[in-house]
């Protein structure tokens, strides 16, 4: 079926069922379907999605956006960038008497101190911002979930990985992806978590998965985050 409100038409699919409400769910492509009890009229499912049309036009231009991939910054003031979980402008402020271009957060916002304006500089001020804050966080997140585990990471590193949240070698060597500092501090953990399992099992075997679930039972929405959201963590 097809609707038009507020001057935007979508597409969706009507299941009739036994229940008592009306049901909207979108997948992951931007498909939309209702459930709707038998025998409603057609009235009651348009009014229904006229009442969530907002909701309903944001999550269609979340996945828009995350299946057209990252998006190119600019590094202009206001411009947003993710950090733990939330997005904050940069606000860039030059200063030549600096001793390195750096980046701070504060006032809910990133403050990107360089000695000249120049995009590339601003990109590597804060590229070492999140590889700075990961590699803290990651080493904190391992601190609290260690007891759990009955051996140690012998060396932690972070990484520019192009296809990898995290890794564990054969020798308990753990690596992280830097831009994990723009995940939630849970999700965070979780890649922690999952990387500290390969020390126990290195497949990714029901055992790994139950010792992953003893010690997060709620992985799956760390996961479906990352899944959902990675588009958008880019610099």
Same mark, same amino acid.
């Given at each position: 079926m097809i609707h038009t409100y507020s001057g935007t038409t979508i597409r969706f699919e009507v299941k009739y069922k036994n229940r008592t409400s009306i049901g909207i769910s979108i997948n992951s492509y931007g498909e939309i379907q *209702?459930?709707? /009890?038998?025998? =409603?009229?057609?009235?009651?499912?348009?009014?229904?999605?006229?009442?969530?049309?907002?909701?309903?036009?944001?999550?269609l231009?979340?996945?828009? @956006?995350?299946? $057209?991939? /990252?998006?190119?910054?600019?590094?202009? $003031?206001?411009?947003?960038?993710?950090?733990?979980?939330? @997005?904050?402008? =940069?606000? =860039?402020?030059?200063?030549?008497?600096?001793?390195?271009?750096?980046? *701070?957060?504060?006032?809910?916002?990133?403050?990107?101190?360089?000695?000249?304006?120049?995009?590339?500089?601003?990109?590597?001020?804060?590229?070492?911002?999140?590889?700075?804050?990961?590699?803290?966080?990651?080493?904190?997140?391992?601190?609290?979930?260690?007891? $759990?585990?009955?051996?140690?990471?012998?060396?932690?590193?972070?990484?520019?990985?192009?296809? $990898?949240?995290?890794?564990?070698?054969? @020798?308990?060597r753990l690596t992280f992806n830097w831009r994990l500092a723009m995940a939630p501090r849970e999700v965070i953990d979780y890649v922690v978590v999952h990387e500290m399992c390969h020390m126990v099992h290195l497949n990714h075997d029901r055992s790994f998965w139950r010792l992953v679930g003893k010690i997060m039972p709620d992985y799956k929405e760390k996961e479906n985050w990352l899944a959902y959201s990675n588009w958008k963590m880019t610099v």
């Open positions: *209702v459930q709707a /009890p038998k025998k =409603i009229p057609d009235e009651k499912i348009l009014q229904a999605l006229e009442d969530r049309w907002e909701l309903i036009q944001e999550k231009t979340e996945i828009k @956006n995350r299946l $057209n991939g /990252p998006q190119e910054k600019i590094y202009d $003031n206001d411009e947003s960038f993710l950090y733990l979980g939330e @997005n904050y402008p =940069i606000k =860039i402020i030059q200063d030549s008497n600096i001793m390195q271009d750096c980046v *701070v957060f504060e006032e809910e916002k990133l403050h990107i101190y360089v000695k000249q304006l120049d995009e590339d500089k601003t990109k590597q001020a804060l590229r070492r911002f999140y590889y700075q804050q990961c590699k803290d966080l990651v080493e904190k997140s391992i601190s609290v979930y260690q007891s $759990n585990f009955k051996t140690k990471p012998r060396s932690v590193r972070i990484s520019d990985s192009k296809t $990898n949240w995290g890794t564990c070698d054969s @020798n308990m």
